[in-house]
């Protein structure tokens, strides 16, 4: 079993939905970061988390620690945000990282 | 502009033929990591420094070297490659804390 895993692989959207992407994790972390990754191949930081709640434009991370959970929420989708969204966690006590499968995300114009 | 840079982008070369992928922040960023993605596998660390003439090894750490002798710099090293490394590499830098990252466009290795 991977330690971070993702929900769903892929997902459809129509422009103007919101969407949630969702990650677990089984290990004990000190900080959880949200990727994008453009079809070109590049990859940006949307946000680091170690506890509560970040919001950036349309953009919103959540973390539960208790329950080892994260979300990522984009409100009013766009055709740009077609992107993979990748969950990474930072582990405990040392600073290894672990990575999710990815999401592909497609929003449709 | 704030960036890392990684070079070079694409890059074929033969098996055990030593090659070094250089990666450079201008953010004076303590924190430097290698990544590899690959197909099927995600993305996984490889190694990873807190600071200068400080390295860790990450999840996948064999065949490769690093080094951190400035806190710009942080190359990635391998001394004998074989056709396994064959992947697509990510630098990245950060500040220390619960900061975001900034990743390097990215080098596309092949070994033959």
């Known amino acids: 079993k991977n330690e971070v895993e993702q929900s769903p692989q892929n997902l459809t959207a129509q422009e103007g939905e919101f969407i949630t992407i969702n990650c677990s994790y089984s290990?004990?972390?000190?900080?959880l970061h949200w990727l994008q990754q453009h079809p070109g191949g590049g990859i940006v930081s949307l946000f680091m988390?170690?506890?509560g709640k970040k919001k950036h434009g349309r953009l919103i991370a959540t973390i539960n620690i208790q329950e080892k959970h994260s979300s990522l929420h984009i409100t009013a989708s766009h055709p740009r945000d077609s992107a993979v969204y990748i969950c990474?966690?930072?582990?405990?006590?040392?600073?290894?990282?672990?990575f999710g499968a990815g999401t592909r995300l497609t929003v449709k114009p | 502009e704030a960036q890392v840079t990684q070079n070079p982008r694409y890059l074929i070369t033969v098996t055990g033929k030593k090659l070094t992928v250089t990666c450079s922040q201008n953010?004076?960023?303590?924190?430097m990591s290698w990544y590899r993605q690959d197909p099927g596998l995600g993305l996984r660390q490889i190694y990873y420094s807190m600071n200068v003439e400080v390295t860790d090894k990450g999840d996948v750490p064999e065949g490769y070297k690093v080094s951190r002798k400035e806190k710009r710099n942080f190359p990635l090293i391998l001394e004998s490659p074989s056709p396994n490394q064959t992947s697509l590499y990510f630098c990245a830098s950060g500040p220390l804390g619960t900061y975001g990252y900034t990743f390097g466009s990215g080098t596309r290795l092949t070994v033959v």
């Open positions: 953010m004076n960023h303590e924190y």
């Open positions: 290990v004990g972390i000190s900080a």
């Open positions: 988390l170690s506890s």
């Open positions: 990474a966690v930072r582990l405990g006590g040392n600073n290894d990282m672990r």
